[in-house]
């Protein structure tokens, strides 16, 4: 024989040899210096198209709620949804400004809110008792931070 094949003692043609590092068939490229075509202005590009809709933060609403929240006396929740919100636009990679300021925000509020609290009872203990020593003297009336409280009447 002439030819450069390997002998087929069958004497059926031969497959190619199939090389498993082979590239996939691929698109022709666009030559060095070329831009490939600019899809249809009036037309959306196409699903997976590399200049699509830019993502966006999956936790920017949230943080936006859980910067109002607070203002309007839900300081705790606010502080919840500030957190879950820093954590999800971590996870998409995102640096979520708003849900920081809405974390310090709801928390000064909530520390504001405890001390607030604390002053509250503690005023309202003692407005109390000094109603009850003044009035347990028999007194009809007392004055306490300079305003008169009539004492209430007591059954004989």
Known sequence: MTQNTPENPTGQPTPPPV??????????????????????????????????????????????????????????????LGLVAKSKSKKAGYKNTLALV??????????????????????ITDVSNQLLEGCSNGAETITINGELIPCPATAP
């Open 19 to 80: 090389y498993p590092s082979a590239p996939a068939a691929t698109a022709p490229q666009a030559p060095y210096g070329q831009q490939p075509p600019a899809y249809n202005q009036g037309q959306p590009a196409p699903y997976g198209a590399p200049y699509g809709a830019p993502a966006t933060d999956p936790g920017k609403t949230m943080s936006i709620i859980a910067i109002i929240l607070p203002f309007v006396g839900f300081s705790l929740v606010g502080l919840i």
């Open 102 to 123: 809405a974390i310090i925000v709801s928390a000064v509020f909530m520390v504001a809110s405890i001390i607030f609290g604390i002053w509250l009872i503690s005023y």
